[in-house]
């Protein structure tokens, strides 16, 4: 690896310096646009007492869903979370600990963490039980709370097509929380389906900048679908 | 009888409008989706990063990456764009949505509405709905005027927790069309057989009733 080239070879080396305790930013909504393969690593490294800030917790058996069979998770922070037995099993026995945060809050918790900005004010949540404890300032006659970024120890990203620099694209709804995670990382690791040489990629198109990417590797996804909806043809 | 599901959604596509941008939220809501007048255009933004939602994709058109708001997987429409989630609740939070439609548990007389959490059951989570309340100025929430053992769900003050404050200008029940300002609730419209009695019966919060209370025609 020189240069700009961000591009691991396997995902050991991938998600390594990842510890017990740590923070993780997880891109992702629902079970689409999830870095599947670097979710499956943190199950073999075993690490515990993770704080992962996703918008969900995946299902069971597969997303970050896996990551509770080992009781791996201390704390989730996400917009919407029990789409999985096991998840509700463990935050009934008070295994788990949950902090739920609107989803504009959330990527934008995510995005300022990425751009420097330690908090921001939001009208999102003002007089519910989320602004408990938080300050409040009125701005032409309206009132908002002030909302904390999110920085993450790691953020684990899931994009189309990335060149080796980084220089990332997503597709389709896939993208969602990816862009902000991938900026809120002290380590962000993205993984794709296609690496492509520099230049390749119209610098026009491109989604998220290879500045924020630390590393980069190539996998095979599953691509599960939580809901198949469809029409008659 | 009040209105049927569909009837509710028919009667909110009246208040859509020629390009207007729109998010529907889940239940009855996403009904009206299928009521936009003959002639019109709508957009449907789905907050999980879609502007321009199409229908459901046939079999062989199912693509994992893309899906709405409902984690269901749906088709792009003519004209559609798709971006970030911070793009989207930019979108949302900064009032560039023309209409929000989105269900509740209680709404009150003051606007507020609580929507996301019934004490003692699972906690799901809010996912957008307290940006969406927060950032719209138009908002319609459909729900049943009364829970299934009577109760009024239109109250002076809500019991469950808030999804948020002095939000809710508009509510369109199975009974009754009303607009809520000063305070007070204001019955504007009557669903077909159902009478101002019996409205204003179900409306714990205090309700102006005008003289003149004209039926929906359907």
Known sequence: MAGFDKVVNTYEEAMAGLEDGMTVIAGGFGICGIPENLITQMKKMGTKDLTIVSNNCGIDGFGLGILLEDRQIKKMISSYVGENKLFE??????E??????PQGTLAEKMRAAGAGIPAFYTATGYGTDVAEGKDVREFDGRKYILE????????????WKADRYGNAIYRHTAQNFNPMAATAGKITV?????IVEPGELDPTQIHTPGIYVDRLIQGTFEK?????TVREG | MGLSRDQMAIRVARELQDGYYVNLGIGI????ANHVPEGMEVMLQSENGLLGMGPFPTEDAVDADLINAGKQTVTTATGASIFSSAESFAMIRGGHVDLTVLGAFEVDAQGNIASWMIPGKLIKGMGG???LVAGADNIIVTMTHADKYGNSKLLPECSLPLTGAGCIKQVLTDLAYLEIRDGKFHLVERAPGISVEEIVEKTAGELVVPDNVPEMQF
């Open chain 1, 89 to 94: 099993e463990q935050l009934l026995a008070g």
């Open chain 1, 96 to 101: 788990l600990e949950v902090e739920l945060t």
């Open chain 1, 148 to 159: 904390e970024s999110i920085q993450g120890d790691f953020a684990i990203v899931k994009a």
């Open chain 1, 190 to 194: 993205m993984e794709v389906e296609e």
């Open chain 1, 224 to 228: 599960r679908i939580e809901i198949r």
């Open chain 2, 29 to 32: 809501p996403t009904l009206v």
């Open chain 2, 129 to 131: 709905a307290m940006d």
